[in-house]
C-alpha cells in the first residue's frame, strides 16, 4: 500500500537521489520501500536543453511543475538537488528536511588540473560561476554553452565536442561514475548547496512535514541554510556568478563566499565566523558588495 509519494524529476541522478529519500524514510518510518511511491515529473528545464537557464526563466525552470503537483496534492513531498532551487520559494513551501551532504567539489573531466589544459582550450559549461572561475585562473580559455545530463555533458568530452567540463562530485558518486579529477574548494569554491538533496512539504500539510522531518540532517541544513540566506541578502540570480561553502563546528557555524565578475577579471571574497542562529549570511554578504568593485558589484542587486 502506496503511504507516501515523492515527486521528481525524471533525469537518472535526480531519481538515484529520490531513491535515496525512499529508502531512509522507509527506514525512519519501518516501512516496506514499496509504502513510498516516486512519481517522476518532466520539467521544463529537462525539456529545453539548447540555452542557458538564465535566458529562460532561471532556476525555477527545475521546480515549477514539482511545485504545481505538490499544490495541486498529486505529490506528498518533492525531492531537489538543492543548488537547483531558486533562493525564494513560495510561501506556502516548507524545506522539511535535508539528506546529509555529499562531495561539495567540482570534478573536471578531461584534464587532471585546470593549469593542464591546453592554451585556449573549450570547456563546456552552463554555470556562470564555473565560467568565472575558470577564466579568474586562466583567461586563455573558452567557455561555451554545454547543458544535459551527466551522460551528455561526459559524451561531449568523450566525443571531442570540448576539451573539458566540469561536474558536481556528489552526482557522479551518487551515480557510481568514478571520473573527472577534484578541484580543492580552494581554487574553485563550489556552488551554494552543492551536494546537498533537499525535501519540500506543503507548509500547511502538518503530517507530511513531521513525516519528512524524520529523516533531517542537521548539520547539512544548517549550513545549507546560511548559504541561501547569503544569496538572498546578495539578491544573486542566474547570471551572478557566486560561491559558497559554510561548515559547522560544535555549534560554530562558518560561512566562506566569494563574487566575481561574469569574465573572472575581478573577484572578492571572505569569510565570517558565528553560533548556529546567527544571521551571518547578510552580515557576510554587506561585507563582500561593500569591497566588491563596481564590475562585480552591478551583478548582486543587494549591492
Known sequence: MVRFRLGTRGSPLALTQAHMVRAALAVAQGWDQDAVQI???????DRVQDR???EIGGKALWTKELDRALYDGEIDASVHSMKDVETI?????????MLPRADVRDRLIGAETIAELRPGAVIGTSS???RAQLLSHRPDLTITLLRGNV?????????????ATLLAAAGLDRLGRDVGHAVPTDQMLPAPSQGAVGIETRADDDAATML???IDHAETHACVMAERALLAALAADCHSPVAALASLAGEMLTLRAELLAEDGSARVGGWVEG????????RLAIELLDRAPPEVRRL???G
Open 39 to 45: 512519481v517522476p515529473i518532466k520539467t521544463t528545464g
Open 52 to 54: 542557458a537557464l538564465a
Open 89 to 97: 520559494r513560495p510561501d506556502w513551501l516548507h524545506i522539511a528536511a
Open 128 to 130: 556562470p560561476r564555473r
Open 151 to 163: 551522460d551528455t555533458r561526459l559524451a561531449a568530452v568523450a566525443n571531442g565536442d570540448v576539451d
Open 212 to 214: 519528512v522531518a524524520s
Open 275 to 282: 553560533a548556529l542562529g546567527e544571521e551571518l549570511g547578510p
Open 300 to 302: 548582486f542587486a543587494g
